[in-house]
């Protein structure tokens, strides 16, 4: 069943198509070097799909962007959440680290680019170093911030039935901090997107940052729309996919339902 | 846990530890020569050449110069983006057919990342203002709009009620009623757009740029001189750091005010 809403959405996405169409290909107001007309766009997603475009297929060039995004998410994980946890556990530990971060925090992660390249060139590893810095952020602050605002007496009902510590973090802190720990793995996770897509654009030799940036040289609007729609896609695929995990993850908490 | 907040000696310890460790570290490493300086300069190599950039130029403009043209840009960017992204949120608050045709079309361009605009950025307007104007805006609008139009949408039914009551036209219901109410969820989201500007003008200027830290970054990568790289850095993290600031207060004060008003 379609609502009033869902007619809108498409009247609205079809009303979109036709005056592509019809500002570029029927009247020509919007000239093919400006905005690729639907015919252009077909072309080159079918050039960049078939023969290749910027080294590559679409697809190897979607892949390795897709795991390089994967990598670096995944190293900030593993070290921003056991951090965030540990910050909101110790007190001592908060507050020597706080300070650091109060330093680091305000330097946007895009602006580690040329470090990162100065530092490991234009490979792979420069990228996951950037995406690391972008996506860590938001998952320690986030895991801090699920455990700060833990209910105290459910702490002090685990502790007087003499829970260990590791059980502890394990069964009462971690579960409890996980709705905001999600919230901040969606924040990295976009934190991800747009700092390797900029990394790719600055330089690299494969990815879809750098198929857009080749179609930016070669002033080639019709690839740098099938760029666009790559990236979109790429965001689009990967956030559904967090969804996924965490409804199954969250699927104890009812808050986390609606 | 250690449930019992430090006390204020404690927190300056700790904190004061945890500086001096970073700063040892980071000299330690370099003057030691364990790290090559010329990958890792250490602090005061960095501080210096920060002060020296304060006066001599690199990549055409010094330092303060580079953030002067850096920040008419952003400036340009995230006003552009309040002055479409709020106006539209509340009428997207008020007027469903709006909505119902505005927001798939934003679903659509949402999962762009704001830097992928960059070509068509530069095709469109150029690497001059325009598009790193427009790059900025593709990061700051999000937010302006989003926030405007929950501020519109959650408004207390009561008060609209009344207002239709009293016959208010869509004019002055939009102005009068929606747009108080939504203020500080509109400032809220301000915010977020201003961090989210800055970020984007960072990107856009490690690309498509002719002047401006994010430029200037780039040149001192390109001759390998990782100090004035390190200190665009700190540049740019401490004028984000000046705008979250300024904001928080902008924030704090209108709160005040308005509960003094209620």
Known sequence: ?258 | MNSTPLTWRETMAWSLLGVVLFLGLWSGLTTSGLVPRQFLPPPQEVASRFIQLLTSPFAGATLPQHLGSSFMRYAYGVLLAAAIGVPLGLLMGWFRLLDDIVTPIFDGLRFIAPIAWVPFAALWFGTGIGGPVMIIFAGAFPPCLINAYRGARFVEPRLIEAARMLGTGHTRMILEILLPAAVPSIVAGLRVSAGLGWQSLVGAELIVAAAGVGFMMVQAQGSVQTATVMTGMIAIGIVGMIIDVLLRQGEAWLRRRRGLEA
Do not use: C
Not at chain 1, 45 to 53: F, K, V
């Open chain 1, 1 to 258: 069943m379609i609502g009033r809403r869902g007619w809108i959405g498409l009247g609205t996405v079809a009303a979109l198509i036709a005056l592509w169409f019809l500002l570029t290909t029927v009247t020509g107001i919007v000239s093919g070097a400006r905005f690729p007309s639907p015919a252009e766009f077909w072309l080159s997603l079918r050039q960049i799909w078939g023969r290749g475009y910027a080294g590559g297929q679409l697809i190897s060039h979607a892949l390795h962007s897709l795991k390089l995004v994967a990598m670096g998410f995944a190293v900030a994980i593993a070290t921003g959440i056991p951090l965030g946890l540990w910050m909101g556990w110790n007190r001592k530990a908060e507050a020597a680290i706080n300070p650091v971060f109060l330093v680091i925090r305000p330097i946007p992660p895009l602006a580690w680019i040329p470090l990162a390249i100065l530092w490991l060139g234009l490979g792979d590893s420069a990228k996951i170093l950037v995406i690391w810095f972008s996506a860590f952020v938001p998952s320690v602050i986030n895991t801090f911030a699920g455990v700060r605002n833990i209910d105290r007496p459910m702490i002090e009902a685990a502790r007087m039935l003499g829970t260990p510590r590791w059980r502890m973090v394990r069964e009462v802190i971690a579960p409890a901090a996980s709705p905001l720990i999600f919230t901040g793995l969606r924040l990295s996770l976009q934190a991800s997107w747009t700092t390797l897509v900029a990394a790719e654009l600055v330089g690299a030799l494969v990815g879809v940052g750098f198929v857009l940036n080749m179609a930016q040289q070669d002033l080639y609007p019709g690839m740098i729309l099938v760029g666009m729609v790559t990236v979109g896609l790429l965001g689009w695929a990967t956030t559904v996919l967090l969804g996924m995990v965490e409804r199954r993850a969250l699927s104890w908490n009812m808050a986390a339902r609606d």
